[in-house]
């Protein structure tokens, strides 16, 4: 079943967005999930990852580390992303992703994110 992201819009630079991903299913909590962007022009790339179940491990591209976290609720089989102090190299469309190597369909289908300079 399609993971349903949202929340992408545009923002000046130095503002605060917070993507939701939700993923139905039964399992949600024993899933990895993260999430990735695809900048125009560019390959897409992991920015945040979290842990199943109770989420206590966390990783973070080097470029995003400090500004976005990435978290669960397991309750509403949602994940989300809170990104602060955006910069406009944080542009592109966001995708979220679910299981330690996401099949076909574990993905959602994108949200953009815009951030003007």
């Known amino acids: 079943v399609q993971l349903q992201a949202s929340g992408g819009g545009l923002v000046q630079a130095g503002g605060s967005l917070r993507l939701s991903c939700a993923a139905p299913g039964q399992l949600f909590a024993l899933n990895v999930m993260a999430w990735h962007r695809q900048a125009p022009g560019k390959e897409r790339e992991r920015v945040a990852l979290?842990?199943?179940?109770?989420?206590?491990?966390?990783k973070y591209a080097d470029s995003v580390k400090g500004r976005f976290t990435i978290s669960r609720d397991n309750a509403k089989n949602t994940v989300y992303l809170q990104m602060n102090n955006l910069k406009p190299e944080d542009t592109g469309v966001y995708y979220c992703?679910?299981?330690?190597?996401?099949?076909?369909?574990?993905w959602g289908q994108g949200t953009q994110v815009t951030v003007s300079s």
């Open positions: 979290i842990d199943s179940l109770s989420g206590g491990f966390k």
């Open positions: 992703s679910r299981g330690v190597i996401p099949g076909p369909g574990d």
